[in-house]
């Protein structure tokens, strides 16, 4: 019995259940910053502790919750959701502080709905009983919805209900799989007891096609991903980042999780239309970030296209492609998440998120121009950063799946580089408006943008630590989904696959 | 010759004889007190189902039976009388400021309350067509009372007018389809009725298909499913609001037990016969009630359609009809009293002289100058919504994992896309709540009472959505007896 994982989990529920007792906007501050970086502190010990040999669950702790139903509380984390839990907990001090002074009123319920997110995000990794999965996915809805909601831009209402409606409605499908594979799958909301089941074609199409529209509308892709941009450009910015670093990642290590080693035939049947939408997803959200005039909304729309990569990898069923997709998902959630934290440094001291606003930032702020210059290189891949290395990984996959998908795909990185290095020419050269002299980074901004910086760069050129604890529990899946050789490598015949 | 009464038969109905002779000492003891002391008889209310609880407490795990069968005593009927004293308890602490705010008469008030309880009770244990009328009837009569108690304004007399109208038009439906029954099987008692339909399918005979049809009308009204909801909007809207919470959650669980050991041990041979019509009032019932709750600018019309759609869900637990399904009914009746009951609470509070409170407009900013009522109301919401971790979302699963069980999976995905629709309204209250300036300042009737019963519900809200293994166990316990 391993409580070390519990505390991670529940620590920041109980800090912010302690929040309203406290005195004063400042005191609550602190005293979130500090259960945050308690809580990383806490989540480093599962990071050096964990056995990469194995793919089995490790830190295992296991309660009976509803034994009449064989509910449990059953929690453990292996090579895939570590890397994930060690990203939650690592971006949450920085979205405290990167509130410090974006949020000045209702701070107290502010925070208290930061560390709620917490908590869910960590227990959807963390989580090994079907039930227990759903409750912190679900519990995530509505700390996520006030924040928008309540401290969001002008438009937030609409975006809050939008961003809401939309998940709700794709995971509440879920909740009826995960009841279907209750009573198919032995009676058991065990997880890895429900994984490589035998279940037929026709049961595998229905769960799949339910898992698939939860974790879609999550990552998102196209067509499901109109609520991000409306929903990343009226958060707060420590919303935003929650959203883009870890919320996203919640639909990719759904299909990880649940939708190939459950359903490894469906997802089989299903993979050269996945494909077909992640290689959509990477050049439409590309070309919708090129046109983009406001700075979340392009940044928006370059999740839709790097998240593209990630749902490619997963769906090409081998090793490279996996291996890639998690660390892209790693990746994308640092480089992503910082580009949203500089977006939220100019916003507050200009209060504009429009690029033709900006102009010649280079000169006044020259520690800013640095750190913004090194996460959109790395967020355009560029070799030595954190980025390439996982984009190459998903295309090496790829490419060995089908040549054809893996150049389309390739054409992603490029559009990525015409947009951010267009966006950085406009905002950081030229000539900035007269009136507007702002100061650089304040030591707290430094805080939250360097560490990111050490970050891109460590993975960039040492992937290893990363990829080591990912291996035998990605190669355990690859195992499970797809045991045989590789099966027929025309894409375009096996579309009609899943009407067979 | 009349038989014997025995002591154990005393036993059996002494719930009932308690909260009925309280329900007198209350109307004696209005007379008896001065004004300034009335508000008192609250407490006295309350006192009167502490004893019956503690006499059903108990009574709790005994099996009896009184007059010859027709009334009966078992651990089904005791779990949906705890659950009515405790909704009948937290609307007599709800009740205490409003209804002198309404200036509605102390003694009847909760005298009323007590008999409609106490008709609710005898429902629950009857074994006899006529004892269920007898209650029906008691529990119909002392509401409409209680709807149309406010006689100095308008809307409530209403609203009573055409509850009685409907209500009676439903009743002698509902005795047409007893007598047909008797007519067909020689019984007015469920279990003999029960013997003589054992054969199966009844859908060759005439009369006990319109029996079947006629008593599912009689249930269908008094719980509010479609097509026979017309009244409840109307109804819920003009009664008081303390009524309204009162007869929103125990009319419904009440009637929900009987329409169980009726459709379950009566026409339980016969199933293949009525579950098709229940799918279809199922769905109706759900779809109806969530598309028109959409469009509603106040809240108590808004909580109505929500109850129709509640009563939607939980017919499934009808339909499915095993163990599973039986237990997943009552834990939802429980489930949504109390959060119904919360929601309804938080609106109670925004009744003040000379202000209404129920245009969903007027609760904007209400998280600003009222932290903890706006709290409560987002658990209250978020828990109808059925999200974890609220109790609204075990109550909710457990229904869906009895449908998927039975094979009825798609009746589950119509209810979980439905939950969906149903988001948007009830966010759209939190969303006032938290996101909207105030226009004026918002102020609220606390009472301690009141605050006590929130407090009350809001915990149980979210304690039994984080650790409801106490409350299903107790719910799986007490439906063995109903199904052989």
């Given at each position: 019995?391993?409580?070390?994982?519990?505390?991670?989990?529940?620590?920041?529920?109980?800090?912010?259940?302690?929040?309203?007792?406290?005195?004063?906007?400042?005191?609550?501050?602190?005293?979130?910053?500090?259960?945050?970086?308690?809580?990383?502190?806490?989540?480093?010990?599962?990071?050096?502790?964990?056995?990469?040999?194995?793919?089995?669950?490790?830190?295992?702790?296991?309660?009976?919750?509803?034994?009449?139903?064989?509910?449990?509380?059953?929690?453990?984390?292996?090579?895939?959701?570590?890397?994930?839990?060690?990203?939650?907990?690592?971006?949450?001090?920085?979205?405290?502080?990167?509130?410090?002074?974006?949020?000045?009123?209702?701070?107290?319920?502010?925070?208290?709905?930061?560390?709620?997110?917490?908590t869910a995000m960590i227990g959807v990794f963390a989580a090994l009983d079907f039930v227990l999965f759903y409750i912190f996915w679900e519990a995530m809805l509505i700390p996520m919805y006030l924040i928008i909601g309540v401290w969001g831009g002008p438009n937030r209402l609409y975006a809050a209900i939008k961003f809401f409606l939309y998940t709700l409605a794709g995971s509440l499908l879920l909740l009826v799989a995960l009841l279907a594979l209750y009573f198919e799958g032995g009676r058991t909301f065990d997880l890895t007891k429900l994984m490589g089941q035998p279940y037929s074609p026709l049961f595998q199409q229905l769960i799949f096609l339910a898992f698939f529209l939860a974790f879609a509308i999550k990552v998102p892709m196209f067509p499901f991903h109109t609520w991000l941009p409306d929903a990343h450009v009226e958060a707060p910015t420590a919303g935003s980042v929650i959203l883009a670093s870890v919320l996203l990642k919640m639909g990719?290590?759904?299909?990880?999780?649940?939708?190939?080693?459950?359903?490894?035939?469906?997802?089989?049947?299903?993979?050269?239309?996945?494909?077909?939408?992640?290689?959509?997803?990477?050049?439409?959200?590309?070309?919708?970030?090129?046109?983009?005039?406001?700075?979340?909304?392009?940044?928006?729309?370059?999740?839709?296209?790097?998240?593209?990569?990630?749902?490619?990898?997963?769906?090409?069923?081998?090793?490279?492609?996996?291996?890639?997709?998690?660390?892209?998902?790693?990746?994308?959630?640092?480089?992503?998440?910082?580009?949203?934290?500089?977006?939220?440094?100019?916003?507050?001291?200009?209060?504009?998120?429009?690029?033709?606003?900006?102009?010649?930032?280079?000169?006044?702020?020259?520690?800013?121009?640095?750190?913004?210059?090194?996460?959109?290189?790395?967020?355009?891949?560029?070799?030595?950063?954190?980025?390439?290395?996982?984009?190459?990984?998903?295309?090496?996959?790829?490419?060995?799946?089908?040549?054809?998908?893996?150049?389309?795909?390739?054409?992603?990185?490029?559009?990525?580089?015409?947009?951010?290095?267009?966006?950085?020419?406009?905002?950081?050269?030229?000539?900035?408006?007269?009136?507007?002299?702002?100061?650089?980074?304040?030591?707290?901004?430094?805080?939250?943008?360097?560490?990111?910086?050490?970050?891109?760069?460590?993975?960039?050129?040492?992937?290893?630590?990363?990829?080591?604890?990912?291996?035998?529990?990605?190669?355990?899946?690859?195992?499970?989904?797809?045991?045989?050789?590789?099966?027929?490598?025309?894409?375009?015949?096996?579309?009609?696959?899943?009407?067979? | 010759?009349?038989?014997?009464?025995?002591?154990?038969?005393?036993?059996?109905?002494?719930?009932?004889?308690?909260?009925?002779?309280?329900?007198?000492?209350?109307?004696?003891?209005?007379?008896?007190?001065?004004?300034?002391?009335?508000?008192?008889?609250?407490?006295?209310?309350?006192?009167?189902?502490?004893?019956?609880?503690?006499?059903?407490?108990?009574?709790?795990?005994?099996?009896?039976?009184?007059?010859?069968?027709?009334?009966?005593?078992?651990?089904?009927?005791?779990?949906?009388?705890?659950?009515?004293?405790?909704?009948?308890?937290?609307?007599?602490?709800?009740?205490?400021?409003?209804?002198?705010?309404?200036?509605?008469?102390?003694?009847?008030?909760?005298?009323?309350?007590?008999?409609?309880?106490?008709?609710?009770?005898?429902?629950?244990?009857?074994?006899?067509?006529?004892?269920?009328?007898?209650?029906?009837?008691?529990?119909?009569?002392?509401?409409?009372?209680?709807?149309?108690?406010?006689?100095?304004?308008?809307?409530?007399?209403?609203?009573?007018?055409?509850?009685?109208?409907?209500?009676?038009?439903?009743?002698?439906?509902?005795?047409?389809?007893?007598?047909?029954?008797?007519?067909?099987?020689?019984?007015?008692?469920?279990?003999?009725?029960?013997?003589?339909?054992?054969?199966?399918?009844?859908?060759?005979?005439?009369?006990?298909?319109?029996?079947?049809?006629?008593?599912?009308?009689?249930?269908?009204?008094?719980?509010?499913?479609?097509?026979?909801?017309?009244?409840?909007?109307?109804?819920?809207?003009?009664?008081?609001?303390?009524?309204?919470?009162?007869?929103?959650?125990?009319?419904?669980?009440?009637?929900?037990?009987?329409?169980?050991?009726?459709?379950?041990?009566?026409?339980?041979?016969?199933?293949?016969?009525?579950?098709?019509?229940?799918?279809?009032?199922?769905?109706?019932?759900?779809?109806?009630?969530?598309?028109?709750?959409?469009?509603?600018?106040?809240?108590?019309?808004?909580?109505?359609?929500?109850?129709?759609?509640?009563?939607?869900?939980?017919?499934?637990?009808?339909?499915?009809?095993?163990?599973?399904?039986?237990?997943?009914?009552?834990?939802?009746?429980?489930?949504?009293?109390?959060?119904?009951?919360?929601?309804?609470?938080?609106?109670?509070?925004?009744?003040?002289?000379?202000?209404?409170?129920?245009?969903?407009?007027?609760?904007?900013?209400?998280?600003?100058?009222?932290?903890?009522?706006?709290?409560?109301?987002?658990?209250?919401?978020?828990?109808?919504?059925?999200?974890?971790?609220?109790?609204?979302?075990?109550?909710?699963?457990?229904?869906?994992?009895?449908?998927?069980?039975?094979?009825?999976?798609?009746?589950?995905?119509?209810?979980?896309?439905?939950?969906?629709?149903?988001?948007?309204?009830?966010?759209?209250?939190?969303?006032?709540?938290?996101?909207?300036?105030?226009?004026?300042?918002?102020?609220?009737?606390?009472?301690?009472?009141?605050?006590?019963?929130?407090?009350?519900?809001?915990?149980?809200?979210?304690?039994?959505?984080?650790?409801?293994?106490?409350?299903?166990?107790?719910?799986?316990?007490?439906?063995?007896?109903?199904?052989?």
């Amino acid at each position: 019995m391993d409580v070390l994982l519990s505390i991670v989990i529940f620590l920041p529920a109980a800090a912010a259940a302690l929040l309203p007792l406290l005195r004063g906007d400042e005191a609550v501050k602190r005293f979130a910053l500090a259960a945050t970086l308690v809580n990383f502190a806490l989540s480093l010990p599962l990071w050096a502790a964990f056995d990469p040999a194995t793919p089995a669950m490790q830190y295992v702790a296991e309660a009976s919750w509803i034994p009449r139903f064989d509910i449990y509380y059953r929690v453990g984390l292996d090579g895939i959701s570590l890397p994930l839990v060690l990203l939650t907990t690592g971006l949450m001090p920085i979205c405290v502080l990167c509130s410090w002074r974006a949020i000045d009123r209702k701070v107290t319920e502010f925070m208290i709905s930061l560390l709620l997110m917490e908590t869910a995000m960590i227990g959807v990794f963390a989580a090994l009983d079907f039930v227990l999965f759903y409750i912190f996915w679900e519990a995530m809805l509505i700390p996520m919805y006030l924040i928008i909601g309540v401290w969001g831009g002008p438009n937030r209402l609409y975006a809050a209900i939008k961003f809401f409606l939309y998940t709700l409605a794709g995971s509440l499908l879920l909740l009826v799989a995960l009841l279907a594979l209750y009573f198919e799958g032995g009676r058991t909301f065990d997880l890895t007891k429900l994984m490589g089941q035998p279940y037929s074609p026709l049961f595998q199409q229905l769960i799949f096609l339910a898992f698939f529209l939860a974790f879609a509308i999550k990552v998102p892709m196209f067509p499901f991903h109109t609520w991000l941009p409306d929903a990343h450009v009226e958060a707060p910015t420590a919303g935003s980042v929650i959203l883009a670093s870890v919320l996203l990642k919640m639909g990719a290590y759904g299909f990880l999780r649940f939708c190939l080693p459950m359903t490894p035939y469906a997802s089989q049947a299903w993979m050269p239309w996945i494909a077909a939408l992640s290689v959509i997803a990477i050049v439409y959200g590309a070309y919708m970030a090129l046109a983009q005039d406001d700075l979340k909304k392009l940044i928006a729309y370059s999740s839709v296209s790097h998240m593209g990569f990630v749902t490619l990898g997963i769906f090409v069923f081998n090793a490279q492609g996996i291996e890639g997709a998690l660390l892209q998902m790693i990746n994308h959630g640092i480089a992503t998440g910082a580009l949203f934290l500089c977006v939220g440094v100019l916003y507050d001291r200009t209060h504009s998120r429009l690029i033709a606003d900006y102009g010649g930032l280079a000169r006044t702020m020259p520690l800013f121009a640095v750190c913004l210059m090194i996460f959109v290189l790395s967020s355009l891949g560029l070799p030595g950063t954190n980025s390439f290395v996982g984009e190459f990984l998903v295309l090496v996959g790829a490419f060995r799946v089908s040549p054809f998908v893996a150049t389309l795909a390739a054409l992603g990185i490029i559009l990525a580089a015409v947009y951010l290095l267009w966006m950085v020419q406009r905002v950081m050269f030229g000539v900035s408006p007269p009136s507007w002299r702002w100061p650089d980074l304040s030591w707290r901004e430094a805080v939250t943008l360097v560490p990111l910086v050490g970050l891109v760069f460590w993975i960039g050129f040492y992937p290893d630590p990363f990829l080591s604890r990912m291996h035998s529990s990605v190669a355990a899946l690859v195992q499970q989904v797809n045991p045989a050789a590789e099966p027929e490598s025309n894409l375009l015949v096996r579309l009609l696959e899943p009407f067979r | 010759m009349m038989p014997e009464l025995r002591l154990e038969e005393l036993l059996a109905v002494a719930p009932e004889i308690i909260v009925a002779a309280g329900a007198c000492l209350i109307l004696l003891a209005d007379l008896a007190t001065p004004a300034r002391q009335r508000p008192l008889l609250a407490y006295a209310g309350l006192a009167v189902l502490g004893i019956a609880g503690a006499a059903t407490l108990l009574l709790l795990s005994s099996r009896l039976e009184a007059f010859s069968g027709q009334f009966i005593l078992d651990p089904f009927a005791s779990y949906f009388k705890l659950l009515l004293y405790g909704a009948t308890g937290l609307t007599i602490l709800l009740s205490i400021r409003y209804v002198q705010i309404e200036r509605i008469h102390y003694g009847e008030y909760y005298a009323f309350l007590l008999l409609a309880t106490c008709g609710l009770m005898v429902m629950v244990s009857s074994g006899d067509l006529l004892m269920i009328f007898l209650g029906l009837e008691l529990a119909a009569v002392s509401l409409y009372i209680l709807v149309g108690l406010n006689r100095h304004e308008l809307r409530p007399i209403e609203a009573s007018a055409k509850y009685f109208v409907l209500g009676s038009l439903s009743s002698a439906i509902f005795l047409y389809g007893m007598s047909l029954l008797f007519g067909a099987t020689g019984s007015t008692q469920l279990r003999a009725a029960a013997v003589a339909l054992a054969a199966g399918p009844i859908a060759a005979n005439p009369t006990l298909l319109m029996a079947m049809i006629f008593l599912l009308a009689g249930f269908g009204f008094k719980v509010a499913i479609a097509p026979f909801h017309m009244w409840t909007p109307d109804v819920y809207e003009g009664a008081p609001t303390t009524v309204t919470a009162y007869m929103s959650v125990t009319t419904k669980a009440a009637t929900f037990a009987v329409f169980l050991r009726v459709f379950i041990e009566v026409f339980g041979a016969a199933r293949a016969d009525w579950t098709p019509w229940l799918i279809a009032l199922c769905v109706a019932t759900m779809v109806i009630g969530n598309l028109a709750a959409i469009v509603q600018q106040n809240i108590k019309r808004m909580l109505a359609y929500s109850s129709i759609a509640h009563a939607g869900y939980a017919l499934i637990g009808l339909i499915v009809g095993n163990e599973l399904g039986v237990m997943s009914l009552m834990l939802y009746m429980a489930v949504y009293a109390i959060m119904n009951l919360g929601a309804f609470g938080v609106v109670i509070l925004m009744r003040r002289a000379g202000v209404q409170g129920e245009q969903i407009q007027e609760w904007a900013g209400l998280a600003k100058s009222h932290p903890a009522a706006a709290f409560a109301m987002l658990i209250f919401m978020v828990s109808l919504t059925g999200l974890p971790p609220t109790a609204g979302f075990v109550a909710k699963f457990y229904l869906f994992m009895a449908a998927v069980d039975a094979g009825l999976a798609w009746l589950a995905v119509v209810g979980v896309l439905l939950s969906a629709v149903s988001a948007y309204y009830y966010l759209r209250v939190v969303m006032v709540i938290y996101m909207k300036e105030p226009d004026r300042p918002i102020e609220l009737a606390w009472t301690p009472a009141a605050a006590a019963a929130l407090l009350l519900v809001a915990v149980a809200t979210l304690l039994v959505g984080v650790y409801p293994a106490p409350l299903v166990n107790y719910a799986s316990a007490a439906v063995l007896q109903l199904i052989p």
